[in-house]
């Protein structure tokens, strides 16, 4: 009997911890680019009880860019704060099972504001978004190479390898000879993936992502050169 009792109270818990739906909201992990101008298509950042979500913003060159401030629409529906003084990073939690509302973000040094949708939801929550904002902040660090792109490096396909994920499956992973560089082949481009300073061949296109990793494609060839701590090395891909 004391058993049956203790499972009985078990099964209670159980079903008292999980959402009303039976099922746990799948997990999100992402990475988007917003342009600050004022037709830039509003981006939705889903949440569910319980959880927190954070959303962490860089500049068009990889760099941490800090929030200087914030306002919800619904503070009673969402609770949200900076994870520290002059951080890029900012939480999010929901107070209820079913709300909706929007989020202000000013940017420090930054005059435009930037708009991010707040849903609830009982399928989908992210846990973490990486947004990188098209401009310069005030830790922009800006190379010769960046200005070299000779084509807009803003597309799905640049954002899968300066992610590292969700690359096309079409892509074939290439040898190369320092560890820090990685090489695919795709559409007969190279396409490489590195957070040191790439230098030589000429770029077709360039885009850096969250955390200074550079995503690079290039025309086929057999060596390229980086640049790590001032140094230039060269770096061998085989296929």
Same mark, same amino acid.
């Given at each position: *009997?004391?058993?049956?009792?203790?499972?009985?109270?078990?099964?209670?818990? &159980? $079903?008292?911890?999980? #959402? @009303?739906?039976?099922?746990?909201?799948? @997990?999100? =992990?992402?990475?988007?680019?917003m342009s600050l101008k004022s037709n830039q298509a509003l981006q939705t950042l889903y949440t569910t009880p319980n959880t927190v979500s954070v959303m962490a913003f860089y500049d068009r060159t990889g760099k941490a860019w800090p929030i200087a401030s914030f306002v919800v629409g619904r503070a009673d529906s969402f609770q949200v704060y900076a994870l520290q003084e002059g951080s890029n990073q900012i939480a999010v939690t929901p107070l209820v099972t079913h709300g909706y509302s929007n989020l202000i973000i000013s940017l420090v040094e930054e005059d435009r504001p930037i708009v991010i949708n707040l849903e609830t939801s009982d399928t989908k929550t992210h846990f973490r978004r990486d947004i990188t904002v098209e401009g310069y902040g005030p830790n922009a660090a800006v190379s010769p190479t960046e200005v070299s792109v000779k084509e807009p490096p803003s597309n799905g396909t640049m954002m899968a390898f300066a992610q590292g994920a969700d690359l096309p499956r079409s892509a074939i992973k290439l040898r190369t000879s320092d560890?820090?560089?990685? $090489?695919?082949?795709?559409?007969?481009?190279?396409?490489?993936?590195? =957070?040191?300073?790439?230098?030589?061949?000429?770029?077709? $296109? *360039?885009?850096?992502? #969250?955390?200074?990793?550079?995503?690079? &494609?290039? &025309? #086929?060839? @057999? +060596? +390229?050169?980086?640049?790590r701590n001032g140094t230039i090395s060269r770096v061998r891909i085989s296929q």
């Open positions: *009997m004391i058993r049956d009792y203790r499972r009985r109270v078990d099964e209670s818990q &159980k $079903a008292a911890a999980m #959402p @009303p739906s039976g099922f746990r909201a799948r @997990p999100i =992990s992402d990475s988007v680019r560890s820090n560089v990685e $090489a695919w082949l795709l559409d007969g481009a190279y396409y490489l993936r590195t =957070s040191d300073t790439y230098t030589s061949p000429s770029p077709q $296109a *360039m885009l850096t992502g #969250p955390g200074g990793v550079h995503a690079v &494609k290039i &025309k #086929p060839s @057999p +060596v +390229v050169l980086i640049s």
